[in-house]
Every structure is written in C-alpha cells, then in structure tokens.
C-alpha cells in the first residue's frame, strides 16, 4: 500500500503535543544559555539525534519488550494514558517538564539528559509510538508513516531549539505560557482517548 496520511497526521500531532517543542525552549536556555554559540548550536542538535535513537529503538522492538513481559497493548494504552493525563494536568497548572536544578550543567553533556531523555522521549512519546506500530498490522505503508512521523517530530524540535532565542523573545513568557496550556488540553484529550481505548480492549478480550 502508499503512504498512510491519515497514520502520519495523527502520530505527528500526538508526538506533537506530547513532546512539546514551545515546552522545552524555557528549558533549553535555561540549561545552555550561558553558554557560548557553539555549545548552543551542539545541543541544539544532540538532544532531537538523542530523543530519535531512542524513539526508533523502541518503535522496532517495542513490542518484542511488550511480549517477553506478557504486557497487552490496552494495558500500555491505559498506562500511556494516566502518565500523559499527569503530564497534560502539570502543564495546566503551569508546572512544565523542565523544572529541574540546572546546576551542574558545565560538567554534564545536557542534550543527553535531560533534554534528549527524559524530556523528549519520554515514557508519553515512547508508549505512543508502541502503540501506533502495534496498530500498523504489517501495514508497509503505514510503517512508512510512522517513519516520517517520527522524523518529522525530530525535525521540528530541532529548528524550535536552533532559533530558541529568536522564538521566546518573539512570544514572550506569556506566549509560551499560553502555548503550554493549549498543549495541555490537547493533550489531557489524548490521554482520555487511550484510557478508553484500553477499557474497549480489555472488554473485547484483546
């Protein structure tokens, strides 16, 4: 089969809305903006490559992981869920991903952790991306979907933290607050969907 739009739309905004590129701009300068310009432009690159080798990994052998530890997709729906419904509550009320202690950060590669993992493949996006593979049933073009998807995210989180600086000084601490809100209600509905797509697949026996 051609590519599946319909997987790649879906996959990328749920990617979107849960790694959260506007998010993790306060949380970049925060990390690396005493630093200088190449250490800022390295980890502007090192924490997207970070976040999709880890994305791949478990996009190609997630659900082999899943069945040497007899988990059923809805159980990793519903899980999914729950974690994405406290993340979206905590950018609701305003207490976003990075609020972690830069302290430290000259003597740690930052773009690795946090930024690269947890912040951006996190237990959310990983457990969406399971999810969408185990969906694809053999489907190449899904797969291929998937894919670009994933890539595409990467690709956007990228250019969000190369012109971080330009970005917030555009929108401004209100902005992001306000964008970090909206995500949070996307996201809250996201997390209710997999919730109820876990109890439909628990009910059916699957």
């Not at 974690?83 to 950060?105: F, S, V």
């Not at 740690?108 to 912040?119: E, H």
């Amino acid at each position: 089969m051609g590519f599946d739009t319909t997987v790649y739309l879906s996959l990328f905004v749920t990617l979107l809305v849960i790694m959260d590129p506007t998010g993790a701009v306060p949380v970049f300068l925060s990390l690396v903006g005493r630093k200088g310009k190449d250490a800022r432009l390295r980890a502007a690159w090192q924490a997207p490559a970070v976040s999709l080798l880890v994305i791949t990994l478990f996009a190609i052998g997630g659900q082999a992981i899943l069945g040497y530890l007899h988990i059923g997709i809805p159980a990793l729906q519903g899980a999914g869920g729950l974690l994405l419904l406290l993340i979206a509550l905590d950018l609701l009320r305003g207490r976003g991903a990075g609020a972690g202690d830069p302290q430290g950060t000259e003597e740690v590669n930052v773009a690795l952790v946090p930024l690269g993992t947890p912040l951006m493949a996190g237990p959310g996006a990983i457990a969406a991306v399971i999810v969408a593979v185990a969906q694809a049933d053999s489907d190449a073009g899904a797969y291929w979907a998937i894919a670009a998807a994933i890539v595409s995210i990467h690709i956007v989180l990228f250019l969000v933290l190369r012109f971080a600086t330009s970005l917030i000084r555009f929108l401004g601490e209100n902005g992001i607050t306000l964008i970090a809100r909206i995500a949070g209600l996307l996201l809250a509905a996201i997390a209710v969907q997999l919730i109820a797509d876990s109890v439909l697949g628990f009910v059916d026996g699957r």
